[in-house]
């Protein structure tokens, strides 16, 4: 049974992997033994990739400005380069948001988050699919929302990027899956992440309508993410394909 979720001496790139889920994602991966690049946002990335490796990891840094499409494809290249010119597991965890209601979202705010969020993870998957077809091996797992189901409010591009988000796992699973490359997806959800600050005010009455919705009773965190996480990235789930997987404490079904 333990051989199932070995991921021992695999190599992982996850973006966003300097901070929240993210991070906690990452630390999941190298704590079961894989050697990972993170990607950030800003030159604190090595910093946060030294704080891994003085913790006797094996780990590396690299940032980019993912809203751009030649960083996009620099980034990819320079993880690869650091992981020895090899990749078994990809986790994008990377994304912003911006909040406005419809009617008044602004244009380029639409661009920002449709470009990280959307086009990028579809760029970074391509590329390393392309390097996991050359060996008929890899796991893909992509992050989706639980506005993948739900319309959400105030955050019309997020709730189309994660949709987008959902089919391109599907899809892509489609076309790879025969070819030895699995491609699920994670869907957190509230997670008490800085991408949430907003409603982490325990005096906020959405944050206890939210909570109180929460079969769980508590909100999530990035440490909660590593078990399914490492499920996905393992031999385990081998025979799994286009899954949205919810972790979530039970919110979607209540």
Not at 70 to 97: M, P, S, W, Y
Not at 147 to 160: K, L, M, R
Not at 182 to 191: D, R, T
């Amino acid at each position: 049974m333990h051989s199932l979720f070995d991921i021992n001496g695999k190599k992982a790139i996850v973006t966003g992997g300097t901070r929240g889920l993210g991070y906690g994602m990452a630390e999941g991966l190298m704590e079961a033994g894989c050697e990972v690049c993170i990607v950030g946002s800003n030159a604190k990335t090595l910093d946060v990739a030294k704080g891994f490796c003085d913790r006797g990891f094996a780990c590396h840094g690299v940032y980019a400005d993912l809203s751009k499409r030649d960083e996009v494809f620099a980034c990819f290249d320079k993880c690869l380069e650091a992981l020895g010119g090899d990749l078994d597991i990809l986790v994008t965890a990377h994304g912003i948001q911006r909040r406005e209601s419809c009617e008044n979202f602004l244009e380029k705010d639409w661009d920002d988050v449709i470009n990280v969020n959307l086009n990028s993870v579809f760029f970074l998957c391509q590329r390393a699919a392309n390097v996991m077809l050359k060996k008929g091996y890899g796991k893909i797992i992509t992050i989706a929302s639980m506005v993948s189901w739900f319309g959400g409010q105030t955050v019309p591009a997020y709730s189309a990027a994660k949709g987008g988000v959902t089919q391109l796992t599907k899809e892509m699973s489609n076309d790879l899956i025969a070819r030895g490359i699995n491609v699920n997806s994670i869907a957190p959800g509230y997670m008490a992440t800085d991408m949430n600050e907003a409603l982490l005010d325990k005096n906020n009455p959405r944050y206890m309508e939210i909570t109180k919705r929460i079969p769980a009773n508590r909100w999530g965190t990035g440490d909660d993410m590593k078990g399914t996480c490492i499920f996905l990235a393992s031999h385990a789930s081998d025979y799994l394909g286009g899954a949205i997987i919810p972790v979530d404490g039970g919110y979607l079904v209540k």
